[in-house]
């Protein structure tokens, strides 16, 4: 169980490390995946 923790922790720290430079990507992808059900729609009517 000690192991699993520490693997727990570590992903943990990973995640949170890593969110700090990915911030401006997440932040950049949420006006992405806004449009998506648009361009849904827009495939609809193209068929």
Request: charged share 15%; hydrophobic share 40%; proline share 11%.
């Amino acid at each position: 169980m000690a192991s699993i923790s520490k693997r727990g922790e570590y992903l943990s720290n990973a995640v949170a490390n890593s969110m700090v430079p990915n911030t401006p990507h997440i932040v950049a992808a949420q006006p992405v995946m806004v449009p998506l059900p648009e361009s849904k729609k827009q495939d609809k009517h193209m068929t």
